[in-house]
């Protein structure tokens, strides 16, 4: 089966840095990638996405970058804010063409930010 | 903002006693699922639903079991909690799209005693 992780179980920046969380995957049919964003208590929220046709994508203050090359997906969070700490999953949809909706998670990326 | 509701959202239950976690959603999504996570884990599929009607076991094994009478709700079920089904369960839906992005719920965190 699919399988996503990242590179690095916990991450920690000072506040204002940018951040930068990393993700492998091993699919080259995935043709969506999406990232969330866990709080403590909570599930996980939607941040962003990008499809395969792309390469990189900017929302607000964030901007995922997608090399299909290598299969590595990544996260950058710009001026990182104590908001931010939380735990950031990668996934990836089942491929081209599915209409069943699947996505597979990564292990995911514990972001703490220090004042 | 996703709507999907699911309850309780904390549960302290003893061993042997049946539960069931509800999800609800007003979105009118179709396909629903649901995750079961350990603390600061992966999120793993134990069970999803295309439609009405529809129900499919997930990568992880589960004792659980689901209904989907309703398009808006998706309960899960365990007929006998056990030490081990302790964790967090998560519902989310996603609409008929390909891109398959999943809104999720709160979550229930289950432990049983």
């Known amino acids: 089966g699919e399988s996503v992780g990242l590179h690095l179980p916990t991450l920690s920046v000072q506040e204002g840095d940018n951040s930068i969380i990393n993700c492998a995957y091993s699919?080259?049919?995935?043709?969506?990638f999406i990232w969330y964003k866990q709080e403590s208590g909570k599930g996980p929220q939607f941040i962003i996405d990008?499809?395969?046709?792309?390469d990189k994508r900017q929302g607000q203050r964030v901007t995922v970058l997608l090399n299909k090359t290598v299969k590595h997906l990544s996260l950058q969070i710009a001026a990182t804010q104590p908001g931010d700490s939380a735990v950031y999953f990668c996934?990836?949809?089942?491929?081209?063409?599915?209409?069943?909706?699947?996505?597979?998670f990564g292990r995911g990326t514990q972001l703490t930010v220090w004042p | 903002e996703a709507d999907i509701y699911q309850t309780p959202r904390y549960l302290v239950i003893g061993t042997g006693k049946k539960i069931t976690l509800e999800c609800s959603q007003t979105?009118?999504?179709?396909?629903m699922y649901w995750y079961q996570q350990d603390p600061g884990m992966e999120l793993h599929l134990i069970h999803y639903?295309?439609?009405?009607?529809?129900?499919e076991k997930g990568d992880l094994s589960s004792e659980s079991t689901v209904s989907r009478i309703r398009t808006e709700h998706f309960p899960l079920t365990l007929e006998s909690a056990r030490p081990s089904h302790t964790s967090q369960y998560l519902c989310?839906?996603?609409?008929?799209?390909?891109?398959?992005?999943?809104?999720f719920g709160p979550g229930t965190r289950l432990l049983v005693l």
């Open positions: 989310a839906s996603s609409d008929t799209g390909t891109t398959g992005t999943q809104y």
């Open positions: 699919n080259s049919a995935s043709d969506y």
């Open positions: 990008i499809r395969s046709n792309m």
């Open positions: 996934a990836e949809n089942e491929g081209r063409g599915s209409t069943l909706g699947r996505l597979y």
């Open positions: 979105m009118g999504h179709d396909k």
């Open positions: 639903s295309y439609g009405v009607n529809s129900t």
